[in-house]
């Protein structure tokens, strides 16, 4: 069409009147400028409302009134470029901005068609405005960008599972990149369970939402669990299009509360520890004070040796009764002077016996090996956790070898191995021919419930109570491991600087004997209280007996200056032995007591201890052990 200048006049005439109706009330902001001035030749009803310039005054303009100012020099220079272009009539469509009568700056999008008007050439413009599709690709890409900062992982994916949408918390849980996920399927990518799967997509298509715990793998392999919310999205006819799926990394949550049903059933195990270890106690306390009093009176060597089998049994039951206690409640044991070569003999013999046949158990310590300060059933568990572990990792067979040396920690050293303290030390080694262990679960083995065995065959709190055991009695550890060869743990334990004391002239003397002194005995255990007045009296000394506290407290006010000591359990109904301690005290302050328990509570001790009490005997104790704590206490 060809149009002179007047056309774009008001319309005086017939011929161009649906043109210029069509150009004036188009919505979309419209314009006609000369190419060569730049000129408005034209502008139609809705560029005047949007850009606010009146239509005499709109014309009054150029292109660049319109511009921005620092977009001028590209337009200058986009011009020139497209000269040829827009003369061979050529349409082009940029982005750009404009500027309205106010100054505000718009976002347009505007296409050029070249006009012949005449002998010049006009350009009609249409401005389609841009800032309402800014405003929500804005608004698209902030949502984006707050579903990227969620912890969860978002994923969109269609009903034939294939991912749509992937957001960084997806990233960070499953490990694959936005590139490598779109357009994969889930089921390749995380697969777990198909049909706990399955059986959830069902349930999703059938009520629109689903919810659950879903076990997943990650792209190193490692297993995750997931809460899993998913949604059913449908398009505007109401069919299902895709599936919105919200998952919730669990798998630290599932560890804490396993870790925390566990410490339930150890406080549960700790509850019934303390409860059974003073029956216990109880029943191996006259057992080990009746054999000391029957050596006296049995003759023979097969006599002897029985005692021996009786003695040596009941010792054990008690250190196996402070194992318990230890492990359960942390109790801290009686520290005294030990040489370590006796608890490596004694442990090999326990593992020849019990360990199976193709495990070849060895022993090598030097024979000048230092005494250390420690308690020997805490040391023991030790090695024997140690052991049992070396035991396990040889499932086809292979070597253990348990023994200690001398060693001494210089700077070098200690600075290498942290925790460790400068001077000699007793170094006892456990070693085994088995599996090893990769780096990776080396740093773990000592975080409590940590396992590598299979379930229901190991707890995860075997090392974590050796390591605690091994700094509470100052020393530390050392590890080596190598798949396929073996492993090899080292204990390190301060030495001591004292003499043995087994080869003291005064510990292997005969306890001291009474002189008539008379004792209160209180225990509510008959057998108890039985085995104190024989090995009492035996011994000279005058004996009283009541079975609770009440009772001990009616005698001890009729007798108070007659009894020169008071041995009374600390468990008992009526008044228990705190209570009596108190109790006597309040009568008189300088009365000699002796507190025996299965379990003494660190409150109990602390309470007696304010009492003035200085004597607590561990139950079970031999006749020997209360000769020499009655002793103590009458000098006091």
């Given at each position: 069409m060809t149009l002179e200048r007047e056309t774009w006049m008001p319309p005086t005439g017939e011929g161009d009147v649906g043109f210029h109706l069509m150009f004036d009330q188009n919505p979309v902001p419209m314009w006609v400028y000369d190419h060569e001035t730049l000129a408005f030749l034209a502008v139609n009803n809705a560029a005047v409302e949007k850009y606010g310039w009146p239509r005499e005054e709109f014309l009054t303009l150029t292109i660049e009134d319109v511009l921005p100012r620092e977009d001028l020099p590209f337009f200058r220079e986009y011009r020139v470029n497209t000269a040829h272009e827009v003369s061979s009539g050529r349409n082009a469509t940029i982005p750009c901005q404009h500027r309205t009568r106010t100054g505000r700056l718009i976002d347009i999008e505007s296409t050029w068609h070249v006009m012949p008007l005449g002998d010049r050439m006009g350009v009609l413009v249409i401005n389609c405005d841009r800032s309402e599709q800014k405003q929500i690709e804005e608004k698209i890409r902030e949502q984006a960008s707050l579903l990227d900062l969620a912890a969860d992982a978002i994923v969109v994916r269609d009903l034939d599972h294939r991912i749509l949408f992937w957001n960084q918390g997806a990233e960070r849980l499953y490990g694959w990149s936005t590139e490598e996920a779109v357009g994969a399927k889930t089921t390749d990518?995380?697969?777990?369970?198909?049909?706990?799967?399955?059986?959830?997509?069902?349930?999703?298509?059938?009520?629109?939402?689903?919810?659950?715990?879903?076990?997943?793998?990650?792209?190193?392999?490692r297993e995750v669990s997931v809460n899993s919310r998913w949604t059913l999205v449908s398009d505007d006819a109401g069919r299902p299009k895709s599936v919105l799926v919200f998952n919730t990394d669990m798998t630290e949550t599932k560890k804490l509360e396993s870790q925390f049903l566990r410490a339930q059933r150890l406080e549960s195990i700790g509850t019934l520890a303390s409860g059974i270890a003073h029956d216990l106690n109880n029943i191996l306390s006259p057992i080990l004070m009746s054999v000391g009093m029957l050596r006296n009176t049995v003759k023979g060597a097969s006599a002897e040796r029985m005692l021996g089998i009786i003695e040596s049994s009941a010792e054990r039951g008690a250190g196996i009764v402070k194992q318990v206690l230890t492990f359960a409640r942390g109790v801290e044991g009686e520290r005294v002077l030990l040489q370590p070569k006796h608890l490596i003999g004694e442990l090999s013999k326990i593992m020849a016996q019990t360990f199976p046949r193709n495990i070849d158990i060895q022993t090598q310590f030097s024979p000048d090996l230092w005494t250390v300060l420690g308690d020997a059933t805490q040391l023991h568990q030790v090695l024997l956790n140690l052991s049992v572990n070396a035991r396990d990792a040889m499932s086809g067979g292979g070597t253990l070898t348990i023994g200690g040396e001398n060693v001494d920690v210089d700077a070098h050293f200690a600075s290498m191995n942290p925790?460790?303290?400068?001077?000699?030390?007793?170094?006892?080694?456990?070693?085994?021919?088995?599996?090893?262990?990769?780096?990776?679960?080396?740093?773990?083995?000592?975080?409590?419930?940590?396992?590598?065995?299979?379930?229901?065959?190991?707890?995860?709190?075997?090392?974590?109570?050796?390591?605690?055991?091994?700094?509470?009695?100052?020393?530390?550890?050392?590890?080596?491991?190598?798949?396929?060869?073996?492993?090899?743990?080292?204990?390190?334990?301060?030495?001591?600087?004292?003499?043995?004391?087994?080869?003291?002239?005064?510990?292997?003397?005969?306890?001291?004997?009474?002189?008539?002194?008379?004792?209160?005995?209180?225990?509510?255990?008959?057998?108890?209280?039985?085995?104190?007045?024989?090995?009492?009296?035996?011994?000279?000394?005058?004996?009283?007996?009541?079975?609770?506290?009440?009772?001990?407290?009616?005698?001890?006010?009729?007798?108070?200056?007659?009894?020169?000591?008071?041995?009374?359990?600390?468990?008992?109904?009526?008044?228990?032995?705190?209570?009596?301690?108190?109790?006597?005290?309040?009568?008189?302050?300088?009365?000699?007591?002796?507190?025996?328990?299965?379990?003494?509570?660190?409150?109990?001790?602390?309470?007696?201890?304010?009492?003035?009490?200085?004597?607590?005997?561990?139950?079970?104790?031999?006749?020997?052990?209360?000769?020499?704590?009655?002793?103590?206490?009458?000098?006091?």
């Open positions: 990518l995380f697969a777990g369970d198909a049909a706990v799967f399955a059986q959830a997509f069902k349930a999703l298509l059938d009520r629109g939402i689903w919810s659950g715990e879903l076990q997943q793998a990650r792209k190193d392999g925790g460790a303290q400068l001077g000699p030390h007793v170094a006892l080694r456990v070693s085994d021919t088995g599996s090893g262990m990769s780096a990776e679960t080396m740093e773990k083995i000592f975080d409590p419930f940590f396992t590598t065995k299979e379930v229901g065959k190991g707890t995860g709190l075997g090392l974590a109570t050796v390591i605690g055991i091994v700094k509470s009695h100052g020393g530390f550890l050392t590890l080596q491991s190598t798949i396929g060869v073996g492993t090899v743990f080292k204990v390190f334990v301060p030495a001591s600087t004292q003499a043995e004391q087994s080869n003291s002239p005064a510990e292997a003397a005969a306890p001291p004997r009474g002189n008539g002194q008379r004792i209160l005995v209180v225990d509510d255990e008959a057998a108890i209280r039985e085995a104190l007045v024989s090995t009492l009296e035996v011994n000279g000394y005058h004996v009283f007996t009541a079975e609770d506290g009440t009772d001990a407290l009616a005698l001890y006010f009729q007798r108070r200056d007659e009894i020169a000591l008071i041995i009374t359990d600390i468990s008992m109904g009526q008044m228990d032995g705190v209570a009596l301690t108190r109790a006597v005290k309040k009568l008189n302050p300088a009365a000699r007591i002796i507190v025996s328990s299965g379990h003494f509570q660190k409150e109990n001790t602390s309470i007696l201890n304010g009492l003035g009490v200085k004597e607590l005997l561990d139950k079970p104790y031999s006749a020997d052990k209360l000769l020499r704590c009655v002793a103590g206490a009458l000098k006091q």
